[in-house]
């Protein structure tokens, strides 16, 4: 009998307890971080709304950004920092549309600062904002993705801790997603609300967390703000990886340590959702190899420790993002196969529903806890879509299987920025297939 019981406390602690836990314990150990931020805050009292401003060089890679590189630029104009302390570099990646006469048109509305375009033809992201860079003359250096909106406030809340933190070097904001187009229908709209609460907990849970324990994992390249003297003293953004981002977080961290990396929650910018689920995979499989190859890169950061309080534990995060996707997904997808092993169709049916009301409650604690600590604006978006909690699960279970995908691209495939979706990388797969057959055939070879 006590062999049975092991056997069942073993099946079911690896695939069901063991991944429960680890988000439940996640969730709590991120509130509990944040609470202590913000009691250390409270202590040490409010930064100085005096702040001495410094020139700020502003590095924005483009391709193809027809549709969203006015908005990025005029965001910079309407910024509550000094216009003639903004150098505003554009690094134009091999664009075929309109993307230069917006910048064109831009640059002649009234601005006080620089506003400059270089053009690399085509050479990469990374490459385009090191180019940026070298170009950068003031003493803080900022980059900022072309379809990104930064709020009036962002850059005057950066430079404020910067000026009341002399160790901090290197820093991102927080990432909201923009509403979706009422016009774009059903799907964009889910989507752009899943986003909205995912990044939510992300960066306001999530990053300040890290941040007060200096396990900051990644700069968002949407948004990052460096110090010049501590950029410029690493390799900068290197196109060894698909995510270049975390390569440079990385980089900082080893040469300056994990205490200079921080996320600053009022430094806000605005993201376009992601158009659709295909362009969402192809975001999530990217993501997923670029912490795979960025940790191989940095096998020196590799720690087995997976207790440790403070500084990055890689090897932890590698564990709870790649190794427990298997048994997150499990439940899913081998459930429904109990029954034909004869459980009871109840059984099963109930098992899965207790298991999907314990995420829809991690997901509602998250929200309430940032709701509590976010601004109007994003309260009163999480009422008017409060409901949209009740599907974070399964959201974050497409997630997972996104992810899984990119583990096992990173392994089969070389490195790409761009990554097809599923159905596309089928058919290319089918008609790669079926060129080869045809070019064996006995008759093409006999010519």
């Known amino acids: ?22 988000d439940g314990l996640t969730t709590l150990v991120q509130l509990v971080l944040v609470v202590l931020r913000r009691w250390q805050a409270r202590r040490q009292g409010p930064l100085p709304t005096d702040v001495a401003y410094r020139g700020i060089s502003i590095v924005i890679p483009v391709y193809n950004g027809e549709a969203t590189l006015g908005g990025c630029l005029e965001s910079l104009r309407q910024q509550r ?6 150098q505003v570099i554009v690094v134009d990646n091999g664009s075929t549309d309109r993307t230069r006469d917006v910048f064109e048109a831009q640059r002649q509305k009234p601005f006080r600062g620089q506003m400059h375009w270089i053009s690399i033809a085509g050479r990469g992201k990374a490459y385009a904002l090191n180019a940026g860079f070298h170009l950068a003359g003031y003493p803080y250096l900022c980059n900022i993705d072309a379809d990104t909106v930064i709020h009036p406030d962002a850059l005057y809340e950066m430079v404020r801790h910067f000026e009341a933190n002399p160790r901090l070097g290197a820093a991102t904001g927080a990432i909201e997603v923009l509403p979706a187009d009422p016009n774009a229908g059903t799907q964009a709209f889910l989507i752009a609300e899943c986003e909205f609460q995912e990044y939510l907990v992300a960066f306001w849970l999530g990053r300040q967390g890290q941040t007060l324990n200096d396990s900051l994992f990644t700069l968002a390249g949407a948004f990052s703000f460096f110090r010049r003297d501590v950029l410029l003293k690493t390799e900068l953004y290197d196109k060894q990886t698909v995510s270049e981002d975390t390569d440079v977080t990385f980089d900082v961290r080893k040469r300056f340590g994990g205490e200079r990396l921080a996320c600053i929650p009022e430094a806000i910018v605005y993201v376009t959702p992601t158009p659709s689920w295909r362009a969402l995979y192809a975001q999530r499989v990217r993501w997923q190899r670029g912490q795979i190859e960025v940790a191989a890169v940095h096998q020196d950061l590799l720690d087995t420790s997976l207790f440790r309080w403070r500084g990055l534990a890689l090897g932890r995060t590698l564990l709870i993002d790649h190794t427990f996707l298997f048994p997150r997904l ?16 109840s059984l099963v049916v109930g098992a899965m529903l207790i298991i999907y009301l314990f995420y829809v409650l991690i997901a509602a604690v998250s929200t309430v806890a940032v709701y509590l600590i976010a601004t109007d604006e994003i309260r009163r978006r999480l009422r ?14 497409l997630i997972f299987v996104y992810r899984l995908a990119g583990s096992i691209v990173a392994l089969a495939e070389p490195a790409e920025w761009r990554v097809r979706d599923p159905w596309s990388e089928t058919v290319n797969a089918l008609g790669s297939f079926w060129r080869t057959a045809v070019r064996n055939l006995p008759f093409r070879r006999a010519r």
Do not use: D, K
């Not at 499990?330 to 169709?345: C, D, K, N, R, V």
């Not at 409060?386 to 599907?391: K, S």
């Open 81 to 86: 920092y000094p216009q003639e302390l903004l």
């Open 330 to 345: 499990t439940w899913s997808f081998l459930f429904p196969a109990l029954i034909a092993l004869g459980y009871p169709l």
């Open 1 to 22: 009998m006590s062999e049975r019981v092991w056997g069942l406390a073993i099946y079911w602690g690896v695939w069901l307890i063991l991944p429960v836990l680890v």
């Open 384 to 397: 008017a879509n409060w409901w949209i909690t009740l599907l974070m699960p399964a959201y974050r279970m």
